[in-house]
């Protein structure tokens, strides 16, 4: 199916004015696929934590991360934090070139505290930082009570709406991390898991110089144009048409 015919735009995207639908045409090989713009994130991410290892997760500040048997949410493993001299200090995972703007993610993980630890607000935190040094740090869950006793599951969705921030600097690095009220609580992550709840839009500014994904429906002239822009200074010039049914038209997938 095309990828016209999936967002049921016939009109808007393909820039055909009769009722025929879009193509089926092959189109150039150097076109991108639905698939491949929608998300960098291939699949989701769940981790458990039952091969022994960290699975990628790290210290973020300086904490000690480990895996441990002390007790698991799923299995017999699941992953320690200790050693914790301030609130924000946790484990971290890296997400950088996984995530999308514009996406929406869901995001699920169970804690525990360790035993003896006095109960405590656990809570996951997502910090993007910029080319220009600057950070941004945006709440994924918020503060929820959290005991030795049972485990919590704390759940909640994440998105982001650009890859700059308010300067014009480029997105250069995602970590999310689990942290708490306490600067000294130590406490387990098991059954982490991160996956795409909705893709980001499409859309389409020109603005890079290049016909973004765009090629002749038929045998038109497409290309990109400086003559006049809905917004910024860029748009797709559509010329040397020749029929009605003729024009620039999106790939199908």
């Known amino acids: 199916m095309s990828r016209c015919n999936r967002l049921g735009i016939f009109a808007s995207l393909c ?25 960098a994130l291939t699949g989701p991410i769940q981790d458990d934590f039952e091969d022994g290892t960290t699975q990628g997760w790290f210290p973020f500040g300086s904490p000690t991360v480990a895996n441990s048997t002390d007790i698991a949410f799923t299995g017999t493993h699941s992953l320690k934090t200790t050693n914790r001299t301030s609130g924000f200090m946790g484990p971290g995972l890296s997400l950088t070139g996984q995530l999308s703007a514009g996406a929406s993610y869901h995001v699920s993980v169970a804690t525990r505290l360790v035993a003896g630890q006095a109960a405590t607000g656990l809570k996951v935190t997502v910090m993007r930082s910029f080319a220009d040094g600057t950070n941004a740090f945006e709440a994924v869950v918020t503060s929820t009570q959290v005991t030795d006793q049972a485990w919590v599951t704390l759940s909640g969705n994440y998105s982001f709406a650009s890859s700059t921030n308010s300067s014009g600097s480029a997105l250069s690095g995602i970590i999310m991390y689990v942290e708490s009220d306490s600067a000294t609580a130590s406490y387990y992550i098991d059954a982490f898991s991160l996956a795409q709840a909705a893709p980001p ?9 290049t ?5 002749p429906f038929g045998s038109p002239t497409v290309a990109n144009s400086t003559d006049v822009a809905f917004t910024g200074t860029h748009s797709l010039k559509t010329t040397n048409r020749t029929a009605r049914a003729r024009a620039s038209a999106c790939r199908g997938s």
């Open 15 to 39: 820039l055909i004015a009769t009722s025929i639908s879009c193509s089926n045409d092959v189109a150039p090989s150097d076109v991108p696929n639905v698939e491949r713009i929608s998300s």
């Open 201 to 209: 839009p499409i859309a389409f500014d020109f603005e890079d110089g």
């Open 211 to 215: 016909a973004q994904g765009w090629f």
